[in-house]
């Protein structure tokens, strides 16, 4: 499907409105699959082993799926069926979709490399690189508007479809969300956009009224917003009958920016999906949101941005910088220390501090990893 996506905008308008807009992908977005599939396997090894070693990509094409990685675990896993599980559990079952849970399945998954292992074994970082936690007012999960609601968007139209409520619609779907801001708050959603593969059954003008109604008032209804559904575009050339990865070829990792903040904060170098917590992309990144949660959540700054950098090997971070834009209510030492005291930042400090050896990274690979009450980066320590 050929649609236009404006990213993450930043513009003026002659009024000196801001306005910004961000997007998210459905569950079955080919992308997101290769996504879940890399974090089942996480799951299943943690399950098996809770320090297993993990770095799992998947692609994901017409009618195949291909694997490949390392996995360090004492158990011999089913890599197959591991990604067979969760395609059937997206709705790819309908063969007419060119790719199904009965697809083929090429695995190339070997063991760790000495060299990584030998510094994450001294629960030094399994690579280097530089991460960011962002958290801001906006709304109730302390992240940015534009993207909250575009998670909410697409989770909204895959739970009508898996609940047969919009038995039209099928696996994969784009969200998009501009708002208006005004001396930093937002004030209007100024467009909303969904694109949705569905079978002929229904119009695309049917189903314009149906996502309005069911998916588009009940989603911003609840942060106190509205649009009118002149102000909604579905389906931007008029036709989306067959998504997923028979027409577009997804890959782990490429959503780096769903993952995260919608583009409202800066963002590492790194994905998040199919990587045990060794690897700082992932748990340095998570560690750094906890912290800049915590300092929105206790009154310390409206918006907060904290930066981790670290070395492979290395335990304790190369940088920690703190970014509160002109917003702190205190003294930039007092949050400093504040942001000390709540986290151990090594990575070991990360790993057991917030917990991360659980299997708890499915979850996370669909809708965004940030913002969601379930996870324990998430949790706020009030003092």
Not at 44 to 67: D, G, H, W, Y
Not at 135 to 163: F, G, Q, W, Y
Not at 187 to 199: C, F, G
């Amino acid at each position: 499907m050929a649609i236009i996506h404006i990213i993450n905008v930043y513009e003026r308008s002659p009024m000196n409105y801001q306005y910004f807009t961000s997007e998210s992908v459905a569950a079955g977005h080919p992308d997101k699959v290769c996504d879940q599939i890399s974090d089942a396997v996480l799951d299943a090894a943690i399950k098996a082993f809770p320090k297993s070693r993990v770095a799992v990509e998947t692609l994901v094409t017409i009618n195949q799926i291909c694997m490949a990685g390392e996995v360090t675990c004492p158990e011999k896993l089913d890599f197959e069926n591991i990604a067979r599980k969760v395609i059937k559990r997206l709705g790819y079952t309908n063969p007419i979709l060119n790719f199904t849970n009965e697809s083929p399945v090429n695995v190339y998954i070997h063991q760790q490399s000495p060299d990584i292992a030998m510094g994450a074994n001294v629960d030094g970082a399994g690579d280097q690189g530089m991460m960011f936690g962002y958290a801001c007012n906006e709304t109730k999960e302390l992240m940015p508007l534009p993207i909250i609601l575009s998670h909410r968007l697409v989770e909204k139209m895959d739970e009508l479809r898996e609940n047969g409520k919009v038995p039209c619609l099928r696996p994969d779907g784009k969200s998009e969300v501009k708002v208006r801001y005004e001396s930093g708050k937002p004030v209007a959603v100024e467009k909303v956009v969904l694109a949705v593969p569905h079978d002929q059954c229904v119009t695309k003008e049917d189903l314009q009224k149906i996502l309005y109604k069911e998916v588009i008032v009940p989603v911003l209804e609840p942060y106190g917003f509205s649009v009118t559904e002149d102000n909604c575009i579905l389906n931007g050339t008029g036709k989306w009958e067959i998504g997923g990865p028979a027409t577009d070829t997804g890959v782990t990792g490429r959503k780096i920016v769903v993952d995260s903040y919608g583009g409202m904060a800066r963002i590492g170098g790194g994905a998040f999906s199919g990587k045990d917590v060794t690897k700082v992309d992932r748990s340095g990144a998570y560690g750094a949101r906890y912290v800049a949660k915590n300092i929105v959540a206790n009154g310390l700054a409206d918006r907060c941005e904290v930066q981790v950098a670290y070395v492979i090997g290395i335990a304790k971070p190369l940088t920690v910088a703190i970014e509160t834009f002109g917003t702190e209510k205190k003294e930039l030492k007092l949050i400093e220390d504040f942001a000390g005291k709540i986290l151990d930042l090594s990575v070991r400090g990360i790993i057991e501090g917030l917990n991360l050896r659980q299997p708890i990274y499915e979850k996370t690979a669909a809708y965004g990893h940030f913002g969601r009450e379930e996870f324990p980066w998430e949790k706020v320590v009030k003092m």
